[in-house]
């Protein structure tokens, strides 16, 4: 028997999620412009960006984000436009890309290879002290790590 322990409140809230249904792309697009303006003002309000300015790499990627920003009094100083040629934006494009995952890749590699490394030695130091026990001094005393071997074996 199952009981209900919902109030009509907690049964309303639970209908509404149930319900939603996702925002058309124009209420989202300027949902999205008001909040960019409220944002872009509120930044331009604190140090350093209004004593100092900002610089704003790019261009405004819509007719929202302009409007936003030049509602927020975010007019430029200068402008200064660089025209590259579509191979070379894309060069610099994945060269960033290529550079960041390279330098990560090379990273797990020598952290492997460090790993690969000390494992290799203490295998090596295992070996040489039970070498070493058997050859030269049958009375020597184990390591831990030579206990710890003769308990798991």
């Keep these: 028997e199952e009981v209900d322990d919902l109030d009509e409140a907690e049964e309303e809230a639970i209908q509404k999620a149930v319900e939603f249904e996702p925002e058309e792309e124009e209420v989202k697009t300027e949902r999205l412009a008001v909040a960019h303006r409220k944002l872009g003002a509120a930044l331009m309000k604190i140090e350093p960006f ?3 300015g900002y610089m704003l790499l790019g261009r405004p990627s819509s007719e929202a984000e302009l409007e936003g920003i030049l509602a927020a009094g975010a007019y ?4 200064l436009s660089v025209k590259l040629s ?8 994945l060269g960033s ?4 995952r390279t ?3 090379e990273a797990t ?4 290879k460090k ?5 290799m030695i203490a295998a090596r130091e295992r070996e040489i002290t039970k070498w070493r026990r058997r050859n030269i ?17």
């Design 76 to 79: 430029p100083d200068a402008v």
């Design 103 to 105: 330098a990560a890749l």
């Design 137 to 153: 001094g049958e009375d020597d005393e184990p390591t831990q790590e030579e206990e710890e071997e003769t308990i798991d074996e």
């Design 109 to 112: 590699i020598r952290d492997l």
């Design 115 to 119: 790993r690969r490394d000390d494992q």
């Design 50 to 52: 209004s004593s100092r």
């Design 86 to 93: 579509a191979d070379t934006y894309v060069n610099r494009l």
């Design 97 to 100: 890309i290529v550079k960041e």
